[in-house]
């Protein structure tokens, strides 16, 4: 079975100052990995992807990930936070299965405060 | 260019009555999925469909039936709502490797 841990409910970081949101996945095969953003009463908006290739994935509104393979972990990262970024995230994590199945973390609440 | 369309967008259920959440896309894709998201949980998988004629259980499905009706819809059934049910429903589709594409959402109270 698969599965993605977010073990941050919450991250506060300072508007201006560099973000992490960490994710960790156990999955057979190899990994297929997201990261999603949701606004209040809003849908999830796909933000990036690592499908193969690069560690360092780079997505929209500035944000970047780094898949590293012997840790099992998708961090989610941006240099320079804005108080726009304020939002739920989630990991998730697609594996061989049938259906394509995303199996998503629990999610991590990012404040960003002026 | 509407992607994933699901209605109702709000629903308030009486325990034990039973309704259809309806859920379309436009994007010619072969999977769907219905997941609900709980506070603290993230999103849970109800079911799914890889492709049109066929359904599977996902990690949550007591309480639900679907209906894969062509390539296009993919709708969700509560047979005798229980307030165990409340909870905020997204439709969502996909092909192969890419990401998926998710509906506004369903928020749903079953009092």
């Known amino acids: 079975a698969q599965s993605v841990a977010q073990p941050e409910d919450q991250v506060n970081v300072a508007e201006g100052n560099p973000l992490t949101v960490k994710c960790t996945y156990s999955v057979s095969g190899n990994p297929y990995l997201f990261w999603y953003v949701q606004y209040p009463n809003r849908g999830l908006q796909f933000l990036l992807k690592y499908i193969t290739g690069d560690n360092l994935v780079k997505g929209s509104y500035g944000f970047e990930a780094e898949f590293n393979k012997s840790q099992t972990s998708f961090h989610l990262k941006k240099p320079s936070a804005l108080v726009s970024d304020s939002a739920l995230y989630f990991c998730?994590?697609?594996?061989?299965?049938?259906?394509?199945?995303?199996?998503f973390g629990g999610g991590t609440r990012l404040m960003v405060k002026p | 260019n509407a992607g994933v369309t699901q209605t109702p967008k709000f629903q308030v259920l009486k325990t034990g009555q039973s309704m259809t959440l309806q859920c379309a896309q436009d994007?010619?894709?072969?999977?769907m999925y219905w997941y609900r998201q709980d506070p603290g949980m993230g999103l849970r998988l109800i079911y799914y469909?890889?492709?049109?004629?066929?359904?599977d259980k996902g990690e949550v499905p007591n309480g639900y039936n679907v209906s894969r009706l062509n390539k296009r819809e993919f709708s969700l059934r509560l047979e005798s709502a229980a307030p165990s049910q409340t909870s905020v429903y997204f439709c969502a589709s996909k092909v192969a490797h890419t990401e998926a594409f998710f509906g506004q959402g369903t928020r749903l109270t079953v009092v």
């Open positions: 994007m010619n894709h072969n999977s």
């Open positions: 469909s890889a492709s049109e004629g066929t359904t």
């Open positions: 998730a994590v697609r594996g061989n299965n049938a259906g394509n199945m995303l199996t």
